[in-house]
């Protein structure tokens, strides 16, 4: 008995000194789990972070010991472990709070550059469509069709047009549009509201599996909100007729397991042109979630967008030069179009157990195009001038299902994520025509109905092994392309299908809590345009990109931290869109490499100042030296800004970009002129309501914000001329805003 009661005590001792496994969950207000937040027992040192569905299992814990709960934006937490904790597991909710960058811990952040996007969209939050995509560090974009034409994108050495090397997604829905009537990947995001952005993701280069089609140089992932806090009411009155209305409202505020809301925006404007762009915008935009029970979640969201607008146009360069026309003037001011975009999307998100979670949704989408343009004047047809017609209706269904298993191996910890999905878009009268001031049809050039498919699966695992994360994963995708020639005669459906398997490597090593080097690699893809495939019968149908990144984020103080990656990426084959011409050109192989730099500074609570900047050289692998360049691949990005919050009741920032200058044409004989932009805005606010007033282009610089090399002709020019086409930026801007949250 002697030996027994000796046994016992030191099997109790044993296990009060090593202590129990402690399982639980961490949310924020509003019941959604809060993934990568930190777990430490002060008393043991034992650590672990939370899982994607917010779990989160500790061991050598004990009853008395210490907890503290800590993630970047929360208000950090510790608790006492009690018996009942250790028994039945426990739910931690956390309070969101003021970004501190002396709080973040890149040893614990899986993506950090993630985690510095949240922190720039709260000191800068998003208020206007253009905002919503500079977020992404080095992203610059440019409009060049009286607002309402989805805006030209800019991103490590590539002119992305309106999409064919970025995938953007918002709640899984896909913004770009496949074999589109003005461009392959068109994305126009202006059916978001800014306010009901929650959370922006994002990546540079291939090396992400859950994306596909378009994700060469990088991808952007939206997340809307699933609730808001207050009901908002925002008017806003600027210069050139400039009026934006927001209205957002809480529809269910006493409700303990459901949310719904809905939100509302109107803009309209003239812009700075002689010739008023009449532009108009409405968005409706409603959500509703519903926890299912304590864990699983189903949303639903429908929104629709409606757009209208005249436009100037790009204008010549000689036109300005010999006082013809102003910097504001236009040559065929009878440009401009009409769109809209109808969304239906379902969301699940459920726990199957504490280590596996299942994520799906299935979307509708119900869109509209009709674009007039003309890029050369009188170039084609001396009499009736080269205005262009651009239409298509088109439906888009789809799905995209996942589930995340996590695993212990021993010391090892590991993930496994496995994905498939469907996209179809039935394109119908995708046409380009020959017009006459928008209602005589002279020609039709291409006219024709479109059907594709895309089959997709992944599989993705990550193991972390002490320091060092490695993640091995693989993408396959299957299209079917389908198209029918309305020009033809007789009927006749071209058809083709194509497979792509695509593999990607990454590494991370977490050197300390402020130092992270990763390496990234990967192969990812864009497809060609249905047309160019069928009916030019194109070899490349879905050329690849293979890239590489190597770099680091350090925070070398409290206050400080820095971001830095060096990059490489081979593309197979450039897509130049020719709009007149209904064509897509290839351009054949192409490589770009670069440096990526970022830098956050907190200079106090209520102070940050960011800058990110991108040098890159992007050449053409086909051409003879000297013949070489990218026609408007941007060499040189900066932009960046400081802001400030609280302080007193004022709020608000000063924010610039730059874009250098960069070749036009392939012998850089002609240059497209970089530009140097600033912008301001303060914030009072006053218990409920708030004043502000933001200034675009304080220094009322004159700027190019889109500019093409194109050859053209006018009314009563002889011979053609090849130079500069512009579309100039806004001038001194000013707009005042009153908003009311209650």
């Not at 039709?444 to 895309?454: A, E, L, M, P, Y």
């Not at 941007?634 to 250098?660: E, I, V």
């Amino acid at each position: 008995m002697k030996q027994l009661a000796i046994l016992f005590v030191v099997l109790a001792f044993s296990f009060k000194s090593f202590g129990q496994e402690l399982k639980g969950r961490i949310l924020n207000t509003f019941n959604e789990p809060l993934e990568n937040a930190y777990v430490v027992n002060t008393v043991s040192n034992a650590h672990t972070h939370t899982s994607e569905n917010g779990t989160f299992t500790i061991e050598k814990t004990s009853i008395n010991n210490l907890l503290q709960v800590s993630i970047l934006g929360f208000e950090k937490k510790s608790f006492i472990v009690k018996q009942q904790d250790l028994n039945n597991g426990i739910v931690i909710i956390l309070e969101t709070k003021v970004f501190l960058l002396e709080e973040l811990v890149l040893r614990k952040e899986i993506n950090a550059l993630q985690t510095i996007s949240r922190v720039d969209l709260q000191v800068n939050p998003v208020n206007n469509s253009q905002e919503i995509l500079r977020k992404v560090p080095g992203l610059f974009l440019g409009q060049h069709a009286g607002g309402g034409k989805a805006e030209q994108i800019f991103l490590r050495g590539f002119d992305i047009d309106h999409g064919t090397d970025i995938t953007l997604s918002v709640d899984g829905m896909p913004i770009n549009m496949v074999s589109h009537a003005h461009g392959q990947g068109y994305s126009d995001l202006h059916f978001i509201i800014p306010e009901t952005i929650q959370k922006i993701d994002f990546g540079k280069g291939p090396y992400y599996v859950n994306q596909g089609d378009f994700n060469t140089a990088g991808y952007v992932d939206f997340s809307t909100k699933t609730s808001i806090n207050k009901n908002l009411i925002s008017v806003g009155y600027g210069d050139f007729n400039s009026a934006r209305t927001v209205a957002m409202f809480n529809l269910l505020e006493n409700s303990k397991n459901d949310d719904a809301y809905v939100a509302v925006e109107y803009i309209e404007t003239d812009g700075p042109f002689e010739s008023p762009q009449n532009f108009n915008r409405l968005n409706v935009f409603a959500k509703y979630n519903t926890f299912l029970n304590e864990n699983d979640r189903l949303t639903f969201t429908a929104s629709h967008f409606t757009s209208s607008w005249d436009a100037s146009g790009q204008i010549p360069e000689r036109e300005v030069r010999n006082g013809n026309i102003t910097r504001f003037g236009a040559i065929d001011d009878t440009e401009g179009g009409y769109t809209s975009r109808t969304n239906f999307n379902v969301q699940l998100n459920k726990t199957l157990s504490d280590e596996s979670v299942f994520k799906a949704n299935v979307f509708y989408s119900k869109y509209d195009f009709e674009l007039f343009s003309n890029f050369t004047f009188f170039l084609e047809d001396a009499v009736n001038g080269d205005q262009i017609r651009q239409f298509e209706d088109r439906a888009i269904f789809g799905m995209n299902a996942q589930i995340i298993n996590t695993k212990k191996y021993g010391s090892v910890e590991a993930k496994y994520t496995k994905g498939f999905g469907l996209r179809y878009d039935l394109i119908e009268d995708n046409q380009l025509s020959h017009t006459k001031n928008r209602n005589e049809l002279l020609n039709r050039i291409q006219f024709g109905d479109v059907k594709q498919t895309n089959l997709y699966a992944f599989f993705n695992s990550e193991f972390e092994i002490g320091k060092f994360k490695i993640s091995p994963a693989i993408r396959v995708d299957y299209f079917k392309f389908l198209y029918n020639d309305n020009l033809n005669t007789s009927y006749e459906t071209l058809s083709k299908t194509k497979a792509i398997v695509n593999p990607k490597l990454n590494f991370l090593y977490a050197q300390n809590d402020n130092l992270q080097w990763f390496l990234k690699s990967g192969i990812g893809f864009h497809s060609n345009d249905a047309r160019v495939i069928l009916q030019q019968n194109a070899d490349k149908i879905l050329p690849r990109a293979y890239g590489v990144d190597f770099g680091n984020i350090w925070k070398p103080t409290k206050k400080l931290v820095l971001n830095t990656a060096a990059w490489y990426l081979l593309s197979e084959e450039e897509f130049v869109y020719v709009g007149d011409a209904g064509i897509i050109e290839p351009s054949g192989k192409s490589e770009r490499f670069g440096l990526d730099l970022g830098l956050r500074y907190q200079i106090s609570d209520n102070i940050f100042f960011d800058t990110d900047a991108t040098v890159t050289k992007a050449r053409s692998l086909e051409n003879i030296v000297g013949e070489n360049y990218i026609p408007l691949a941007p060499n040189f990005t900066m932009a960046g800004g400081l802001s400030f919050s609280n302080l007193g009741n004022f709020s608000g920032g000063f924010r610039y970009r730059y874009l250098g200058d960069r070749p036009a044409n392939e012998d850089n004989s002609i240059v497209a002129k970089g530009y140097f932009v600033n912008d301001f805005n303060i914030n009072y606010k006053m218990k409920d309501i708030t004043f502000g007033v933001s200034v675009e282009n304080i220094f009322n610089v004159a700027w190019n914000e889109t500019q093409f090399a194109t050859e053209s002709r006018l009314q009563n020019e002889t011979n053609s001329v090849e130079e500069i086409h512009f579309t100039p930026g806004t001038p001194l801007f000013a707009k005042a805003t009153i908003s009311y949250q209650f």
